[in-house]
């Protein structure tokens, strides 16, 4: 599997003076390049037209979310999410007279390949069923008891809504807490499991549930969509890399890679 990233610039601060550009192309043999321009010119379009349908169909996945919670409402959310967190922490913390840390992370991710999952990493994790998207809310929870009670904790955010929470992590205690939405695939069974959508449709009135079921069906032909148009953007990006590639010196690249490193592990 290929990695696909864009080029990144990044301006020297004082250029000349500790800092300054590092120039990777003019390891292009630009001669060869001249008859392949309007071919890469075209697949560079062709790229860049798949990211408004990806774009598109990501914000109506955050305006469902909003709506299943408006279905929901307040105060149901508020009262399930509260028992929910009796459940998960249900002793109160010892105080170790500390504000514990906080670290953001991604594990998990619209990709090409799929809505992936990584593994968290902790031996006893629990997964929350959150396929209404309210879980944050009861993760922010989790988390403010957490360090509140020293513990240094890593948050997993949610790539849907870089400001909710997918995940809290606790590496010194080999634990953690995850929602697990139907969407999104990968990662181990988890040990333990908290059904929050149950609690949440418990004594819901018929026409109300098969209005969540319904939009919780848009949302995951919707997220389909997105990841069908970033696989089409992967492909006329690997069509760009195919053309370029022959006119590339990789030697040149690899000089200018190993004089860089002298120049910046080599103590003066």
């Known amino acids: 599997m290929s990695i696909v990233t864009p080029a990144h610039v990044v301006e020297p601060q004082l250029c000349g003076c500790g800092e300054n550009y590092v120039n990777l192309g003019r390891c292009y043999r630009e001669a060869e390049l001249r008859t392949l321009t309007p071919a890469i010119r075209a697949a560079k379009a062709a790229n860049a037209a798949c990211y408004g349908p990806v774009y598109g169909s990501l914000r109506a996945v955050a305006s469902l979310t909003e709506a299943r919670r408006g279905l929901l409402g307040r105060e149901r959310i508020r009262r399930v999410t509260k028992d929910a967190l009796g459940q998960l922490l249900p002793e109160k913390l010892p105080q170790r007279g500390k504000q514990g840390s906080r670290r953001r992370v991604y594990l998990s991710g619209i990709t090409p390949e799929g809505l992936m999952l990584l593994e968290p990493g902790v031996e006893r994790l629990w997964a929350i069923h959150d396929g209404y998207g309210v879980g944050s809310g009861l993760l922010r929870s989790l988390e403010d008891r957490l360090t509140a009670g020293g513990e240094d904790v890593v948050l997993g955010m949610d790539p849907l809504d870089p400001d909710a929470v997918e995940a809290v992590l606790v590496p010194g205690r080999d634990v953690g807490w995850i929602r697990v939405r139907p969407s999104f695939r990968g990662g181990r069974q988890a040990m333990l499991r908290l059904d929050l ?72």
């Open 197 to 268: 959508d149950s609690a949440l449709e418990e004594d819901l009135p018929a026409e109300t549930l098969n209005g969540l079921r319904e939009l919780a069906s848009l949302e995951t032909r919707l997220l389909r969509q997105a990841v069908g148009w970033l696989r089409r953007a992967k492909t006329n990006h690997d069509l760009m890399e195919e053309l370029y590639r022959p006119a590339v010196d990789f030697a040149a690249v690899t000089r200018e890679t190993e004089l860089l490193c002298r120049e910046l592990f080599t103590e003066s």
